[in-house]
């Protein structure tokens, strides 16, 4: 089945610890993106990446990284320079035209203590 | 920049009753889309739109979208309960690949 798998799916840590969520998609789509959700709020682009080896910041990049080395793979690193990082993550890969439509993964709630 | 607003935020409404969410968007864009997300969850794609007077239905729900007018509709008819959810709206940045979303309207259906 073709689809989008995040892991883990809760993840904690502690302050001042980086962390990498994975993200991977067996859709053959070029973009993939990823989001920050905070409860009961919007979803804010956090990176995307519309090939391979390239990438670029969205609304909220700082303190967080990424790297799109595979087709199938965009990894998101949270590291210790964000300051509020507790929230749900939302990995998401589009088709191409006509409708570019996105496709979510299941998401990695993430909460530092 | 663009800018998209949906109203209601919040719906509290009665089962067989209907109603319609809102998304205005401030510029031009081709194309718009709907999607769900149920408490704790992902979100799950309904509709997308690709040109002024695209109409699409699936069940109890229809979208419509009038690009001149730079509207959308999520149009719910006889409400049930399992409709309940958060209904984002989205739309396309012509010049990359960026989605702009609503805030989301959260929708409680009550037996």
């Known amino acids: 089945d073709g689809g989008i798998t995040q892991s883990p799916k809760y993840l904690f840590r502690k302050e001042g610890q980086n962390v990498t969520l994975s993200c991977e998609q067996n859709?053959?789509?070029?973009?993939m993106y990823w989001y920050r959700q905070d409860p009961g709020q919007g979803l804010r682009l956090i990176y995307y990446?519309?090939?391979?080896?390239?990438?670029q910041k969205g609304d909220i990049a700082e303190g967080y990284s990424v790297s799109r080395e595979k087709k199938e793979s965009f990894p998101l690193t949270v590291t210790s320079a964000q300051k509020n990082p507790t929230a749900f993550y939302l990995c998401?890969?589009?088709?191409?035209?006509?409708?570019?439509?996105?496709?979510f993964g299941p998401g990695t709630r993430l909460t530092v203590t | 920049e663009l800018k998209v607003e949906q109203n209601p935020l919040f719906l509290s409404m009665q089962e067989g009753k209907n109603y319609t969410i809102y998304c205005n968007y401030s510029?031009?864009?081709?194309?718009l889309y709907w999607y769900r997300q149920d408490p704790g969850k992902s979100l799950e794609s309904l509709f997308v739109l690709l040109s002024n007077g695209a109409v699409k239905q699936e069940g109890r729900l229809m979208a419509s979208l009038d690009t001149k007018a730079r509207l959308s509709t999520l149009h719910i008819t006889a409400a049930v309960h399992d409709l309940s959810a958060t209904y984002f709206c989205?739309?396309?940045?012509?010049?990359?690949?960026?989605?702009?979303w609503g805030a989301g309207t959260k929708l409680i259906i009550k037996p």
């Open positions: 989205a739309v396309r940045m012509d010049s990359n690949y960026q989605l702009i």
């Open positions: 990446s519309q090939i391979v080896n390239d990438f």
């Open positions: 859709l053959n789509h070029d973009a």
């Open positions: 510029t031009t864009s081709d194309r």
């Open positions: 998401a890969s589009s088709i191409a035209a006509p409708s570019y439509e996105q496709y």
